[in-house]
């Protein structure tokens, strides 16, 4: 009787390049996110709840000194609400990598010989593409029911959206590492809460800096989400602002290095 062998995971996946695993990798994720529509759902619950709140309280009430001439509350807060929901879907490829590490699929995966990076890249492409889809989501209802009309037109517009997704991409690698490191994703909703909530408030996101009490002033001037704030703001509206474009850019650059080293070094550690 002869026996025939099993074949290796070599075998079973022959010479495959790093972005043919990243492709099939990111994919899988996606797939995840299509099939649990409460996933997308919940994710979108915040920053159009904010969105709503804040365009329909605060506009009534007087702008503050240093509040941008000709510009409504809705055109002032929206870029603001597109970086939270970049945060907010950064924090969920953390905890999809948690998940990950938690249901066996790291386990499986790495009996392939797949080259351990490419999992955490296609875990930050798939939130990027998550991020992407809740962005345009929040403009159409911005566009449709809040009558949001910026002024910086359609190309300066697409390059706020894009900035806003650079940042998304580059904070996801941060939460990304957070996940390899902590494993849990209670620690990690808890990390979300204390690290974005204070940002968010503490930064140019709701009010200029200028009109902020002093000690939150000064926060707010070193806060990275001011940065990405004012730059997105700036392009979409077209107002002054767009110094805050390189640093923004250089900011997320450096969250992207040092979180993607951090991710690595973590993803490493032995599955418990």
């Known amino acids: 009787m002869t026996v025939t062998p099993t074949p290796s995971p070599r075998a079973v996946w022959p010479d495959s390049s790093v972005l043919l695993q990243i492709r099939v990798l990111t994919a899988r994720s996606l797939r ?4 649990d ?30 509040f941008p001439a000709g510009i409504t509350y809705l ?24 998940d990950d590490l938690k249901n066996g699929v790291v386990a499986r995966l790495r009996s392939l010989p797949i080259v351990p990076s490419s999992l955490l890249i296609a875990r930050s492409l798939a939130g990027l593409v998550r991020g992407a889809v809740q962005a345009v989501v929040i403009l159409l209802l911005a566009f449709g029911v809040l009558g949001y009309a910026p002024d910086g037109g359609a190309v300066d517009l697409a390059a706020s959206v894009g900035l806003t997704l650079f940042m998304s991409w580059s904070l996801g690698w941060a939460f990304i590492a957070a996940g390899a490191w902590l494993r849990r994703a209670e620690p990690m909703q808890n990390l979300a809460v204390i690290a974005v909530l204070p940002l968010m408030f503490a930064s140019s996101a709701y009010m200029p800096v200028e009109d902020l009490p002093g000690w939150l002033a000064a926060v ?53």
């Open 220 to 272: 707010a001037g070193v806060n990275p989400l001011t940065y990405a704030i004012d730059a997105t703001r700036a392009l979409a509206l077209g107002i002054p602002g767009s110094d805050a474009i390189v640093p923004a850019l250089v900011i997320g650059g450096v969250i992207a290095a040092v979180g993607g080293a951090l991710a690595v070094l973590g993803f490493r550690r032995p599955v418990q």
């Open 32 to 35: 995840s996110m299509a099939t």
């Open 75 to 98: 055109d002032f807060v929206l870029s603001a609400v597109l970086v939270d929901n970049a945060v907010q879907s950064a924090v969920q490829s953390g905890v999809g990598l948690v």
């Open 37 to 66: 529509p409460g996933v997308m759902l919940f994710g979108l619950l915040q920053p159009v709840v904010i969105l709503f709140v804040l365009t329909q309280v605060f506009s009534k009430m007087g702008e503050p000194p240093h």
